[in-house]
């Protein structure tokens, strides 16, 4: 059993940044991938980026490759989206998943947090 708690959304102006957290309990955290998924008012939840177990494998969502970075610190339980040059359109919950499987689908994840609210002003 693993539980999530993001952190670190907020309000912020087009073209700022924002750093989201997920801390995970349980002592099985490093063998998770993690995923970084966000839904935006009245569309379905998307995948945003994932990363393996160990932090070598990155993935990323066409839509924000190059301006996010996704890591994690497993001596800390923690995961990481580090969110730059922000768009109005990134506006959205997001919420960070753990999986057995590495990968872009909501079903390949067994676990996910209550989400953190990012809002990008124009």
């Known amino acids: 059993q693993v539980q999530l708690v993001e952190s670190g959304g907020g309000l912020v102006q087009a073209g700022g940044s924002l750093r989201l957290s997920c801390a995970a309990s349980g002592r099985t955290f490093s063998s998770y991938a993690m995923g970084w998924f966000r839904q935006a008012p009245g569309k379905e939840r998307e995948f945003v980026s994932t990363?393996?177990?160990?932090?070598?494998?990155?993935y990323y969502a066409d839509s924000v490759k190059g301006r996010f970075t996704v890591s994690r610190d497993n001596a800390k339980n923690t995961v990481y989206l580090q969110m730059n040059s922000l768009k109005p359109e990134d506006t959205a919950v997001y919420y960070c998943?753990?999986?057995?499987?590495?990968?872009?689908?909501?079903?390949?994840?067994?676990?996910w947090g209550q989400g953190t609210q990012v809002t990008v002003s124009s």
């Open positions: 998943a753990a999986g057995h499987r590495y990968g872009s689908s909501l079903g390949e994840y067994d676990y």
């Open positions: 990363i393996s177990w160990s932090g070598a494998g990155t």
